[in-house]
């Protein structure tokens, strides 16, 4: 045909990757600044000093390496979590029952990690760690299972039925917590299991700090994630079902099995969220850890445009803003719940991205906006 | 009133539009005469669809300028245009299904009450308008329920409803019956008597040629020409167009059919409502051949094509493929016995618009070697085969790594045909292969058919176009409200009879 328009095609794809990264990380840092400067003025509305309030927070969570060591601290289930709620997110599948799930996780973890010396198992940590570690990831990847099959055998949404979900797991976990695997020490008062045993915990890197190997291992699996996701079949799979179910059919993708795959790994990774706090922070599970961290992960996957990098920089935001926020609340008497405000302006932002859009003039890219479905053209 | 002496209402000075890669709109000139119809005409990726949507506010022009009555505006979004008066119908409709006519002609002009929507105020202005200019709709039905040519008439009431007097179509005939399409030239003949401006895009010379006052020829986002109906013929049109000679005849020679690769017997498939739309029908395709199914849209041969490739339950009878069972089997099964489908709904179906092109073209075998090892994709292999398949087929874009979403509406359809007729398959399912292409990209996609063809594949082909049908099917099958009522060689077929058969001619 006539002359083609053969344009910098050979362009390295680096640049093309660094640009659209760039691109795609605008929006969200725009947000988390607009959300910091509306919290400023409610500090300030609050009588209180945003300036000191924020050196505060950056103090608390980056100002000693204990600070920061305290940040990856906080970071790590995040990351776990917000990277489930991600992976949903890319199937297309909204999956707000992280929480339930790494409750379970947490459950099972403990549960591995001291009922089985109870039961005169006596292993070493090389296998120990990990069966800890796997039961959690079980246990959360099933409790997603049943969403996902009800959603793929039935079309029951699963938002509604991982919300009941969580019902289910939170107060299973209280019953446990303060029935059956209530820790028996006589001093002890509250819902929590006994300590796990010493070869089931996974050890700090360095001794006088908490940063773990559970931070690492964190990375690792968002790394992972993200090779699952754009470099195999499976996730091309996921990615299709997510984006155009109805293509994903044309192209003989089983989209049944895809939807309970992806919940199922997004469960998993919800539940190691789970056992990796139970094995590399608090030893055991208690009633009130890691309470929240289901919800957070929501808006950590929505700040992180549900990219495992953006993942991991959210997370350690919003690791660092609650880290920090104690050194704020010393420093200046303005109370952590700011924080919370914050996050919830962030989100506000992220999830409105118009607003954010409009007050920096950035014109929307184009991208063709189909309402009910023609022919296509 | 003659169009040539009718003042200018409408004009586009030195547009230019830049997309990454592409110059898509290069100092293009656009005039709009008062009450005629000017119609855009152009290559796949030529621009047309660029060029309205900076008219309608879609898109800010690098630079240019846009006068109204002579006038200088600049819309910052289609509200400046609309207060102007353009109304738009775009390539794929912008409809919200869910909404009833009314609610989707009110929507962004809401008409209030005491604070209430007044959905009753509009629904009766809404017959008001139809009855003007002969527009049938009812305002109270669902749009998800209306058949796609009254979903356009629906846009175009929405248009006038905003008091339009310009009106851009853009490929509104694409999607149309015949007999649609004739309703819409009624239409806009009527609009035209009554002072609205058109701004028509097609691909179909012949109606061109019909509705046209003037035509303006686009090539790679400049201008070529402007011409009128009475100085240019088909062939003409198309030289200035493509740049070349197209030689708009298949040239075939006569078909060696060999064995049945499908064959399909008492076949019944059900609509969404449950009704049977196909009804207990038999045929065969042998390799080496093209059957082409004619028939008006409707007819069940949409759901004929999904049930045959998996998309949609079969409800009776026995289907074939390649010498293996193949009854209501799952797709991917179908795909690895050698089906190759080209599907109706290209945005639906066929592609996955947020994707790459490099990924649209290996959608089906993505898992199969070269495309994937051991579960892990191969971007050499990937990245080899679509800039292949885009250098054969001729895709305009800057790289294959733009999203099949920012292709103009005939690259989107190349890039599924390349990707069907590029994998080895023994039977390729047409859907409409060439809706919405240019005619030298219609050449081109024939001429790869029918060489398929001699390779010994066998094609079913379903098209609305009875001239496609009629080029390049060997037998010709006549679907009457899901029955086929008749079997005819192409040699033997001619317009008329066809024509007669599809309406129900011959039956009971
Ligand atoms: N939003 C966009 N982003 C990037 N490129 C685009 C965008 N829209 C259009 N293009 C490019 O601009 C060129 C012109 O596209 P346009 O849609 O105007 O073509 P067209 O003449 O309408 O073609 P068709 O007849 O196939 O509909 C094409 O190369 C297309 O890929
Ligand atoms: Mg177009």
Avoid at chain 1, 81 to 109: C, D, P, R, S
Avoid at chain 1, 226 to 248: Q, Y
Avoid at chain 2, 163 to 183: F, G, H, R, S
Wanted: with cysteine; glycine share 10%; charged share 20%.
């Amino acid at each position: 045909m006539a002359e083609k328009e053969k344009t910098s095609s050979s362009q390295p794809r680096i640049s093309g990757w660094l640009r659209s990264g760039l691109n795609t990380m605008l929006v969200p840092a725009l947000a988390v600044l607009t959300a910091m400067i509306v919290g400023g003025i409610v500090i300030a509305l609050a009588g209180g000093n945003p300036f000191a309030a924020y050196a505060g927070l950056i103090e608390g969570s980056f100002g000693s390496l204990n600070a920061i060591s305290e940040t990856t601290v906080w970071a790590t289930p995040y990351i776990f979590a917000g990277l489930a709620v991600a992976f949903g997110f890319k199937g297309g599948l909204f999956n707000i029952g992280a929480e339930g799930q790494l409750a379970f996780g947490a459950v099972m973890a403990a549960l591995v990690g001291y009922g089985l010396p109870l039961m005169g198992v006596d292993l070493p940590a090389v296998v120990f760690v990990p069966l800890t570690v796997v039961a959690g990831i079980i246990a959360g990847g099933i409790w997603a299972a049943i969403p996902g099959w009800l959603k793929a055998k039935f079309g029951g949404h699963e938002v509604i039925n991982t919300i009941m979900m969580n019902y289910i797991a939170l107060n299973i976990t209280s019953y446990l917590l303060n029935g059956p695997m209530k820790d028996n020490n006589p001093l002890n008062v509250v819902a929590r299991t006994p300590l796990i045993a010493e070869s089931a915990r996974i050890s700090t890197v360095f001794p006088d700090y908490r940063f773990h190997w559970g931070f690492i291992l964190a990375l690792l699996v968002a790394v992972l994630i993200w090779f699952i996701l754009w470099k195999t079949t499976l996730g091309f799979e996921i990615r299709t079902v997510g984006t155009n179910p109805d293509a994903a059919r044309y192209a003989g993708v089983n989209v049944s099995n895809i939807i309970i795959i992806t919940m199922v790994i997004s469960g998993a990774l919800a539940g190691m969220a789970g056992s990796i706090e139970v094995t590399a922070l608090n030893y055991r599970h208690e009633l009130g850890f890691a309470v929240g961290y289901g919800f957070d992960a929501i808006a950590i996957a929505l700040l992180g445009k549900n990219h495992p990098a953006g993942v991991v920089l959210a997370s350690l935001l919003f690791g660092a803003m609650r880290n920090g926020a104690t050194r704020m609340q010393f420093n200046t008497q303005i109370p952590v719940d700011i924080i919370s405000i914050i996050q919830a302006l962030i989100l506000l932002f992220v999830a409105a991205d118009a607003i954010v859009r409009y007050i920096y003039h950035i014109r929307i890219q184009q991208d063709r906006l189909v309402l009910t479905r023609g022919w296509g053209g | 009133m003659y169009i040539k002496d009718a003042p200018v209402i409408l004009s586009a000075e030195a547009i230019t539009k830049q997309f990454p890669g592409v110059l898509a709109n290069d100092k293009v000139n656009f005039d709009l005469r008062k009450g005629e119809v000017h119609t855009l005409l152009g290559e796949n990726g030529a621009g047309k669809s660029t060029l309205m949507n900076v008219l309608y506010g879609l898109y800010k022009p690098d630079s240019g300028h846009i006068h109204i009555d002579g006038k200088p505006v600049t819309f910052t979004s289609p509200k400046d245009a609309i207060a102007n008066g353009i109304g738009m119908v775009h390539q794929h409709f912008m409809l919200i299904p869910v909404f009833t006519v009314a609610e989707n002609i009110m929507l962004g002009s809401e008409t209030t009450r005491n604070g209430v929507l007044d959905i009753r105020a509009v629904s009766k202005q809404v017959r008001e308008l139809s009855h003007t200019y002969g527009l049938d709709v009812d305002p109270d039905a669902l749009v998800q329920d209306l058949p796609v040519g009254i979903q356009q008439r629906v846009e175009i009431v929405k248009a006038l409803y905003r008091k339009a007097n310009i009106l851009i179509l853009d490929e509104p005939t694409a999607v149309l019956t015949p007999q649609e399409a004739d309703d819409l030239f009624q239409i806009i003949r009527r609009l035209t008597e009554q002072g609205v401006s058109i701004v028509f895009i097609s691909h179909k010379l012949k109606e061109v040629l019909a509705i046209s006052d003037r035509v303006t020829v686009m090539r790679t986002g400049k201008v070529v020409g402007t011409t009128t109906p009475q100085e240019v013929n088909e062939a003409k049109l198309a030289a200035m167009m493509v740049g070349r000679e197209v030689i708009l005849k298949v040239d075939k020679k006569p078909a060696k059919p060999g064995e049945p690769v499908l064959s399909v017997s008492d076949f019944s498939v059900m609509d969404s409502r449950g009704v049977e739309v196909v009804k207990k029908i038999s045929f065969e395709v042998r390799s080496g051949e093209v059957l082409g199914i004619a028939g008006i849209q409707g007819n069940g041969q949409t759901e004929l094509a999904e049930a045959l490739t998996g998309l949609r339950k079969v409800h009776g009878g026995r289907v074939i493929l390649n010498d293996k069972e193949s009854t209501g089997r799952p797709p991917r099964q179908l795909i690895e016995n050698g089906l190759g489908h080209v599907p109706e709904d290209r945005q639906r179906h066929g592609l996955v618009l947020p994707f790459a092109i490099a990924d649209n073209m290996m959608l089906c075998t993505y898992y199969q070697e070269p495309f994937a090892q051991k579960g892990v994709l191969q971007n050499q292999a990937i990245d080899a085969n679509s800039r292949k398949l885009i250098e054969q087929f001729d895709v305009r874009t800057p790289s294959p790594y733009v999203s099949a979403g920012k292709l103009s509406g005939g690259n989107q359809q190349k890039v599924i045909v390349a990707r069907e007729l590029s994998r080895p398959i023994r039977l390729l399912v047409a859907n409409q292969p060439t809706r919405g292409l240019d005619v030298g990209s219609i050449e081109y996609i024939h001429h790869e058919i029918i060489d398929m063809r001699d390779k010994g594949i066998g094609v079913l082909l379903i098209s609305a176009e009875l001239d496609e049908i009629m080029a390049l099917s060997d037998r010709i099958a006549v679907m009457f409200r899901g029955e086929i009522v008749a079997t005819l060689p192409a040699a033997e077929a001619n317009r008329e009879q066809l024509g007669l058969l599809m309406a129900g001619a011959t039956h009971k």
